[in-house]
């Protein structure tokens, strides 16, 4: 129940202003002060005490209506995103590009809604899909033309799951500025083609058992988090120059059908720390070097893996090295003492120590 005053706003304030006017009259007679001049100053602090009232009324109004306001454009936000989720099940096509773009638009004009709309394109793209040009090369699949076309669904299907790839590219952070909204990303068996993160800044990077079809980009990336790419396989080439990972990264069983760019002259080297969990068979083709912080620990020796780093970044200790002789390393490899072989490849009686994580390295 309203009180008196907010029932009656302009009563209070004449209320106000009388009590106040009768008070300055009657201190201003104590003092003597002749009569014309406690009328004028009476009046002006009664006209005063009304004009407060009448700017603090008109505040709290205001409040009020930008707290409706917001609660009408939260109600208004909410009812967008359920409806575009409910337009992703839609049989057209360009129902469902419309509803991604009208979900982008959400994340990008609700910030509470950014995480949320990442989630939905990320479990979109990890619904079963297969193209039949990934058959013919699952390195550069766009260069394939079929003798007999895929049906319209199966190449509207890919339409708009390129669509997603790219809103997810644009709803990351990305630029030169310092303070970055770092997000995560869940593509669990997802079938990606020509997927690109370049420059984008992200929380935790999951990609357990995805298909990387075409040239993967990940370069200048900034994961905060984990990255996690155990089971998968990419198909073609990967670009990781410059991308820090600084959580570490799993490629536990994971494939490699192409090159692996890890570091370039005018972009940089790809570096990681906290954990390392190579694959069992390293990439056949790699271009540059993979840069190890220090204190990183290893899951599995990396044997095979064009790395650069120091002895306390492959995790050995004192008790882990072999006398050297006099060419060198113990296996006749001259300067690779350090650990890690010449310099990119470690060395079979140098070889890191594997650390003792469990599972895939995680820690966090």
């Not at 029932?7 to 003597?32: F, H, I, Q």
């Not at 009476?42 to 709290?60: Q, S």
């Not at 990419?234 to 490699?256: A, I, P, W, Y």
Request: net charge negative.
């Amino acid at each position: 129940m309203k009180r008196f005053w907010e029932r009656n706003p302009w009563l209070t304030a004449v209320v106000m202003a009388l009590v106040v006017t009768a008070g300055t009259g009657v201190a201003l007679r104590l003092a003597k002060t002749p009569a014309i001049e406690i009328v004028k100053t009476a009046g002006v602090a009664g006209g005063a005490i009304v004009a407060l009232y009448a700017l603090w009324l008109n505040d709290r109004r205001r409040r009020v209506e930008e707290a409706r306001h917001s609660l009408e454009s939260e109600k208004v936000a909410d009812e967008r995103f359920a409806r575009s989720v409910e337009l992703l099940g839609n049989d057209a096509d360009q129902v469902r590009v419309g509803a991604m773009h009208a979900l982008a638009w959400l994340a990008r004009s609700t910030p509470r809604y950014r995480q949320t709309v990442l989630d939905v394109l990320c479990a979109y793209l990890r619904r079963p899909f297969h193209h039949p040009s990934w058959d013919a090369n699952e390195a550069d699949p766009d260069t394939v033309f079929l003798e007999e076309a895929p049906s319209t669904e199966v190449q509207q299907e890919q339409q708009v799951r390129r669509t997603a790839q790219r809103l997810i590219k644009d709803t990351l952070s990305w630029g030169d500025k310092d303070d970055h909204d770092h997000l995560d990303l869940d593509l669990t068996g997802a079938s990606l083609e020509y997927f690109s993160l370049d420059g984008r800044h992200v929380n935790r990077f999951v990609a357990r058992r995805a298909q990387f079809y075409g040239i993967t980009n990940l370069r200048n990336m900034h994961v905060q988090s984990v990255t996690l790419f155990s089971g998968g396989a990419f198909h073609g080439r990967l670009q990781l120059s410059n991308s820090k990972f600084d959580r570490g990264v799993s490629f536990q069983e994971v494939t490699f059908g192409g090159e692996v760019e890890l570091s370039a002259p005018k972009l940089g080297t790809a570096e990681l720390g906290v954990f390392f969990h190579p694959s069992n068979q390293p990439p056949a083709h790699q271009t540059g070097e993979l840069k190890i912080r220090p204190k990183t620990e290893f899951r599995l020796p990396a044997t095979g893996w064009q790395l650069t780093g120091s002895t306390e970044a492959a995790g050995l200790g004192l008790r882990d090295h072999v006398e050297q002789d006099a060419r060198g390393g113990a296996d006749g490899v001259a300067g690779d003492d350090h650990g890690l072989g010449n310099g990119r490849v470690p060395a079979k009686a140098d070889e890191v120590r594997t650390g003792g994580l469990d599972g895939e390295g995680l820690r966090d």
